[in-house]
Structures are given as structure tokens and as C-alpha cells.
């Protein structure tokens, strides 16, 4: 994309955000004020109501019902979703709570003590408890902790913008180590920069306790069949079924 469809795409960015934005504090229902002030990822569930609203009217006009408000939307992977059907579903916590308890069985999760404990729309939030099995010969954490927790992070703030069961993996990673540790809690927040039908980008960040950034990374994830599916790891795994991912 050159500079001209950059700059045409930033405009168009930034027109149908303040629309948004008008139009959602015009509104007497709160319900989606209240969702963009609680989610840690705004400017992307921003987007995602962008998104939402481009799809269903196609001369770019901003138009929510009451019902429709509340509905965070769901991205598509390799399908089209109708609109109805997007407004008409939201991410079913039930689904949420049962999927973190099947991936923090994942051995490799296991091995090095990594739990996620949030997914939300384009964001993901996971804790290390730093041991010294996660030290290299030098005392200091090892690079290669780094750099699984931001590649984790990356992919699961994807799995909420994306349509049941499906099949994503990661094809890129590149890691900025910032700072060293050496004990305590590394804190890792994943969020998608942009969400396709075929590539999603997503970065993560990782810091201490105290809030000082440690690492920063960014991810490519392609959207695929056959691979990595929730279906899979539950085979895998030998665990129940998930509620499903969505609800009305």
C-alpha cells in the first residue's frame, strides 16, 4: 500500500471513529460507553464498532438500535457472517472460563508457569510466577521466556474477533528485549492491531509489577484449516466441550 492509500486510509480511520464516537454519546442506551470505558483495548473495540456498523451499511453511515448496541462484533476468519448474525451475538462468558482452564493445561503453559488469565474483544492478559527455571546460566530470566509469553499473548488477543472453532497460527514473531529481571511476576498484554480474513497483526508488552516495560513484540497469525482449532486442543487435551464462544 503506497503513501496516497495510507493517508486515504487514515482519514477514512479517523472520520468513522469520531462518528462513532458522536454517535455513542449522543445515545441514551450506555451499555456500549460502558463496555469502551471497561475494555483495556478502546481504540481496538473502537474499530471493531467501525467494522461492525461499514459492514451492514454500505454508504458508511453510523446506525445502532438498541439491541444492537451491546453486541460486540464478531469477525469472520474465512466466512462471511451475516449482519444479523453479528449483532445478534456476543462472546459467552461461560465459554471464556472453560477455555482458560483447557489452554493453562497445556504442558508447554505448565512447564513454564503461564496463565491466562483474561481474554476480551482484541485483547489478552497472562501472569508468569518467575522461578529459577526460568533463568538462564547467568541468573537473569531467559530470552526465550520472553519471547513465548509476548508470542502467547499475541495469539490469544486474537480469539475473541474471530468466528467459532477457528483455525489460527502464529507465522511471524519479532521480540524487542528491553530490559532484564531476574524474579518476580512478568505481566503480558496481548492486542490486535488489525484483524483480516486471512492475517491477523497483533503486538504484546510485557512488564513487572511495578509497571516498568520489560519486553515488546508483534506477531503475524494466519487464519488457516486444519490447524490449531479449539476442536483440536480439546482432542488433545482430552477435555470437555466448550460451551459455545457465542451467545444471543
Not at 528485549?177 to 508488552?205: F, Q, Y
Request: glycine share 8%; hydrophobic share 35%; with cysteine.
Amino acid at each position: 500500500m503506497g503513501r496516497t492509500s495510507n493517508e486515504a486510509k487514515a482519514r477514512w480511520d479517523k472520520k468513522n471513529t469520531s462518528r462513532i464516537m458522536l454517535k455513542l454519546n449522543n445515545n441514551t442506551d450506555q451499555d456500549v460507553l460502558t463496555r469502551l470505558n471497561e475494555t483495556p483495548n478502546k481504540q481496538g473495540y473502537i474499530k471493531s464498532l467501525i467494522r461492525q456498523d461499514t459492514a451492514t451499511q454500505g454508504d458508511g453511515s453510523v446506525v445502532f438500535s438498541s439491541t444492537q448496541q451491546n453486541r460486540p462484533p464478531v469477525f469472520l476468519g474465512e466466512r462471511e457472517m451475516p449482519a444479523s448474525e453479528v449483532y445478534m451475538t456476543r462472546i459467552n462468558p461461560e465459554h471464556i472460563e472453560a477455555l482458560l482452564g483447557l489452554i493453562n493445561r497445556g504442558p508447554f503453559f505448565e512447564l513454564l508457569s503461564m496463565k491466562v488469565r483474561e481474554l476480551d474483544i482484541g485483547y489478552s492478559k497472562i501472569e508468569i510466577d518467575l522461578e529459577r527455571k526460568h533463568q538462564n546460566p547467568f541468573g537473569w530470566i531467559h530470552g526465550g521466556v520472553y519471547s513465548s509469553a509476548i508470542d502467547t499473548a499475541a495469539y490469544w488477543a486474537a480469539y475473541c474477533e474471530l468466528a467459532e472453532d477457528t483455525d489460527f497460527i502464529t507465522i511471524d514473531i519479532k521480540v524487542d528485549n528491553l530490559s532484564p529481571l531476574k524474579e518476580g511476576k512478568m505481566i503480558i498484554e496481548g492486542r490486535t492491531l488489525k484483524t483480516g480474513h486471512r492475517v491477523c497483526l497483533s503486538e504484546a508488552t510485557i512488564k513487572d509489577t511495578e509497571g516498568k516495560l520489560l519486553a515488546h513484540g508483534t506477531s503475524k497469525l494466519l487464519i488457516v484449516r486444519g490447524l490449531q482449532s479449539i476442536s483440536q486442543a480439546i482432542d488433545a487435551m482430552g477435555y470437555h466441550a466448550l460451551p459455545p464462544k457465542f451467545v444471543m
